[in-house]
């Protein structure tokens, strides 16, 4: 995978001095209000739900005045899987909108975004109604299998369906963004909310993610951020559990707000969806390294 200048160094290399963290929080939380800006003015546009759709190749990768080539047939060898984009709390599918392009660019057609409404009151109502999701996609697309990517609850909720329901068999990799795997206890006022209640740390459901999960298929890539004021710790975005087949990446410099939108996760995200798992039988990771 490409090195990106914000992401961890592999091991073996020397960490290069950085910025004092009072200096690099602050510039993450500039940063997380010019998103937050941005993201109130596309909330509107993210309400409704969406069909899915089958992305154009960008006009400058085809030849110049050639004209757009056939779609590709549902079921082909050719045919790629749907990725479904996955939400956060109270939040809706226009968060996506840059990492959605990015992924088309990337050269994924089918994407797909699920809205849940914020009066759920339960995650694994939530996931469910993602599960349908999930079987609505490949009945239309001839597909067996989807990628999901989740920002924040969305990851938890892909994860329950993945790990809890049998959607293991459907998803063949579910790549998370500041997603609160362990629990978070950001915010105990909002606490009023039974699934911010679910997702605090040792809620019975975040125990039942805890439970042995033998056999699981689906590839995890877990992107946390040190910075990530929602997760507290921050290093409760990461996968930790023995029978996952998961890998952590380190992101440094932005905040909760800035991981689906900034360009250089996306790329990254991009290159996670390509890259080979564990789908072909090989053992689940027996750690979690860090990946740039």
């Known amino acids: 995978m490409k090195v990106l200048p914000f992401l961890s160094l592999p091991p073996r290399l020397p960490r290069l001095p950085g910025p004092r963290l009072s200096t690099a929080l602050l510039g993450a939380t500039v ?34 005045g050639s004209p757009p080539g056939p779609p590709t047939l549902p079921g082909s060898p050719a045919a790629e899987r749907p990725v479904v984009l996955l939400h956060g709390f109270i939040d809706n599918r226009s968060v996506f909108v840059l990492l959605r392009r990015a992924l088309a660019r990337h050269g994924r057609r089918h994407l797909a975004s699920l809205n849940y409404s914020p009066l759920t009151r339960d995650l694994r109502t ?20 989807v ?115 900034h360009p250089a996760v996306a790329a990254a995200v991009g290159e996670a969806l390509e890259s080979q798992g564990a789908r072909e039988g090989t053992a689940p990771s027996t750690g979690t390294p860090s990946v740039a």
């Open 31 to 64: 940063l997380e209000l010019v998103v937050l800006t941005g993201h109130l003015a596309a909330y509107p546009f993210g309400l409704t739900q969406e069909r899915l759709t089958q992305e154009r190749l960008p006009q400058e990768r085809r030849a110049p």
């Open 126 to 145: 939530a996931a469910e109604l993602l599960g349908r999701h999930v079987e609505e996609i490949c009945a239309r697309t001839g597909q067996r299998e």
């Open 147 to 261: 990628d999901i990517v989740g920002h924040s609850l969305g990851g938890l909720i892909a994860r329950y369906y993945v790990q809890r329901l049998g959607g293991d068999h459907r998803v063949r990799t579910l790549v998370t963004l500041g997603t609160p795997h362990g629990g978070t206890a950001v915010a105990p006022g909002a606490g009023v909310h039974p699934i911010v209640r679910q997702i605090r740390g040792g809620s019975a459901l975040i125990e039942e993610l805890h439970l042995p999960a033998p056999g699981c298929r689906t590839r995890f890539v877990s992107f946390w951020s040190e910075l990530d004021q929602v997760m507290v710790p921050v290093g409760t975005a990461r996968v930790h559990h023995p029978d996952l087949d998961a890998v952590n990446v380190r992101v440094t410099g932005i905040g909760h707000l800035a991981l689906p939108v």
